[in-house]
């Protein structure tokens, strides 16, 4: 059994996962309502809140999985990237746990993670296939060829789709993080009410900042109460736009791969419009879509582990590489 611990951003997650893939708990401790006062996480607040929530958390994944910690046979853990001071927490407490019982460590790249939430049961999804991973600070198009191995092929060159999604629910009054609200809201509008272009740039990036000062003049050009008796339309149809940017360079990079399966993951792939835009695709499921732990430990099954005591000296990274 392999324990996995995610702390990159705003959720603190711990899981317990088998070598064959079957997920025993998952355990994830949202802080959206901590941050949502401030529009967007604090990295402060958002490390300081891991410290408080990191063993009752992996407490209640051991709990759940019925799993005692001289059942685990290695600890799996969010190297990067993310918030520093958030990963570092998630780092020396799986560092403590596996240093305390001598088992060997496995650094995760959180990306590598969202790619690897597709290999659990009971549906796992096999490569080759062409990926995207959109989430709230990221959006990258991969060549998926073996698992635990992918290929940039492209990514964003300013806002993560996730990010358009908070900004635009942010114009829209409707708190952060907003993703999943302007989906619910989109199913009451118009979705052509309003003409949202998304800036085309060469090659297989995208560039999403541009569509949110679309709508940022929109709403300043209708008004407050026009706003809110349309915010159903503005929501549809500003969700279309991304949606379709995504669906458009997902196909172009698929074609570009000639790896035709499509797959999709990370917080995004939650969305109901891009799931309906991609009929055939394999989206991650919907409980491993935001950020959680299952995919840091099935991650783990495709990494080297850092045999005991070599892992002393593991360090977080920010960006990715
Ligand atoms: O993967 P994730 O938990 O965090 C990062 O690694 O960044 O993704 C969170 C992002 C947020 O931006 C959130 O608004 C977005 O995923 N999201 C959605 C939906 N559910 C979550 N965006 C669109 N539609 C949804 N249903
Ligand atoms: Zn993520």
């Given at each position: 059994m392999i324990l996995g611990i995610e702390t990159s951003c705003d959720e603190t997650a711990a899981a317990v996962v088998t070598e064959d893939g079957r997920v025993l708990s998952s355990v994830v401790s949202s802080q959206a309502d901590l941050h949502a006062r401030f529009g967007g996480v604090v990295p402060e607040v958002a490390s300081r809140r891991h410290l408080e929530l990191v063993s009752p958390v992996v407490r209640d994944a051991l709990g759940v999985a019925k799993?005692?910690?001289d059942r685990i046979e290695r600890v799996a853990v969010t190297q990067g990237p993310g918030l520093v001071g958030a990963l570092l927490v998630g780092i020396s407490a799986a560092k403590a746990l596996a240093w305390a019982r001598g088992l060997p460590l496995v650094p995760v790249d959180h990306l590598e993670g969202h790619v690897a939430s597709l290999y659990l049961e009971p549906e796992p999804v096999d490569p080759p296939f062409t990926c995207l991973l959109a989430s709230g600070g990221h959006t990258l198009l991969l060549a998926v060829r073996e698992r635990g191995r992918s290929e940039r092929l492209g990514s964003t060159l300013?806002?993560?789709?996730?990010e358009a999604f908070d900004k635009g629910a942010r114009l829209l009054g409707l708190g952060y993080p907003?993703?999943?609200a302007i989906d619910r809201l989109a199913r009451d509008g118009d979705a052509t009410a309003f003409d949202f272009p998304v800036a085309?740039?060469?090659g297989l990036d995208f560039s999403f900042s541009g569509l949110k000062t679309a709508l940022l003049y929109t709403v300043r050009d209708l008004g407050k109460e026009e706003v809110e008796a349309r915010r159903a339309d503005l929501a549809a149809s500003y969700q279309r736009a991304i949606v379709?940017?995504?669906v458009e360079r997902l196909e172009e990079a698929a074609e570009a791969t000639g790896l035709e399966r499509i797959a999709v993951v990370g917080g995004v792939a939650a969305n109901s419009a891009l799931r309906a835009g991609l009929p055939d695709a394999a989206f991650a499921p919907l409980q491993l879509c935001t950020d959680n732990a299952?995919?840091?430990a099935s991650c783990a099954?495709?990494?080297e582990p850092l045999p005991y005591p070599r892992y002393r000296?593991?360090?977080?990274?920010?960006?990715?590489?």
């Open positions: 799993a005692r910690l300013d806002d993560a789709a996730g907003g993703g999943a085309r740039v060469p379709r940017a995504l299952a995919m840091i099954r495709y990494v000296d593991l360090d977080a990274y920010a960006s990715i590489a």
